[in-house]
C-alpha cells in the first residue's frame, strides 16, 4: 500500500517591509494557518513574515527547515520524510517567489521525481514587476541571473549580454547582490553603447520603490547611485 503523500506549496513573500497583506492574495494567506511544516531560506525572515500574516501567538507550534545555498544533497533529500502521511509542507524563498534566482527550486526538482505534487501560488516577482514597468521588450526576454562578482569577469559578461541583447532584440535581465549594486552600474556604463538602454527597478512594491529607463548616456549624466537595496537590472540594446 503507498503511503499517502502531502503537497509542496511555494508560498510567495513580501519584497520588502510592507504588510503582506498588501501584496499577498487573501487566498495565499488565508492557506497560511493549515501548513505545519516550513522550509525557509531564512528563518528569522520567514518567523517574522508569518507573525505578520496572522500567525502571530502560533509561530512555535510551527516546524521549520532550513535550505539554502550552502545545503547538501543529502540535507535536501532528508526533507522528503515530511510529506509522509498526507502532511502539506510550504517553502518559502528570502523574498518573492519561491525557486526564482532561489535554491528552493532544488526541492521543487526532487519533489517531481518523487511523484509529489507541486502547487505555485500567485505573488510578487521582481523580475516580471521590472519588466512590466520598464518599457523595454516583453515578448523576447531572458534572466541571467547573477552575473560574475569580479568586475573584469562582469564586463566581459555584459559585453556578451549586450551583443545577445541587441542580435535577438532580446531583454536581459539580471539581478545583483545589494552591496555591489553601485559597482555594477559603474561597469554598465563603462561596457555598454550610448543607446542602450537600461532600466533599474530597486524597492518594487515599497514606499521607497524606484524604477525607470533611460539610454547608458542618459544614465551617465544622472550620475545616480543605488546603495545597498534589492534591484533588478534589465538592458536592451539597439
Not at 522550509?39 to 502560533?58: C, I, M, N, P, Q
Not at 543605488?226 to 534589465?234: A, E, L, S, T, Y
Request: with cysteine; hydrophobic share 40%.
Amino acid at each position: 500500500m503507498t503511503m499517502e503523500k502531502g503537497k509542496l506549496y511555494l508560498i510567495p513573500s513580501p519584497l520588502g517591509d510592507c504588510e503582506p497583506a498588501e501584496v499577498i492574495p487573501s487566498g495565499v494567506l488565508g492557506l497560511l494557518p493549515n501548513i505545519r511544516s516550513y522550509v525557509v531560506e531564512e528563518l528569522r525572515t520567514v518567523r517574522r513574515y508569518l507573525s505578520r500574516a496572522g500567525l502571530k501567538g502560533h509561530i512555535e507550534e510551527l516546524d521549520f527547515h532550513l535550505l539554502n545555498e550552502h545545503s547538501s544533497d543529502a540535507e535536501v533529500e532528508a526533507l522528503l520524510p515530511l510529506f509522509d502521511n498526507g502532511n502539506d509542507v510550504g517553502l518559502i524563498s528570502e523574498a518573492g517567489l519561491p525557486a526564482v534566482a532561489d535554491p528552493g527550486s532544488r526541492l521543487v526538482e526532487l519533489c517531481l521525481r518523487k511523484g509529489i505534487r507541486v502547487v505555485p501560488l500567485v505573488g510578487p516577482s521582481s523580475l516580471m514587476m521590472a519588466l512590466m514597468a520598464s518599457g523595454l521588450n516583453g515578448q523576447s526576454f531572458a534572466f541571467c541571473g547573477y552575473l560574475p562578482a569580479k568586475s573584469e569577469e562582469r564586463k566581459a559578461r555584459i559585453r556578451t549580454i549586450e551583443k545577445l541583447s541587441g542580435q535577438f532584440c532580446q531583454s536581459q535581465i539580471f539581478i545583483e547582490t545589494p552591496y555591489r549594486n553601485d559597482s555594477m552600474l559603474a561597469d554598465l556604463l563603462s561596457c555598454c553603447k550610448g543607446s542602450t538602454r537600461l532600466c533599474i527597478a530597486a524597492d518594487i512594491t515599497t514606499a521607497d520603490e524606484f524604477i525607470l529607463t533611460d539610454t547608458i548616456d542618459g544614465w551617465k549624466r544622472r550620475k545616480y547611485l543605488i546603495g545597498k537595496r534589492p534591484c533588478v537590472f534589465i538592458l536592451l540594446a539597439r
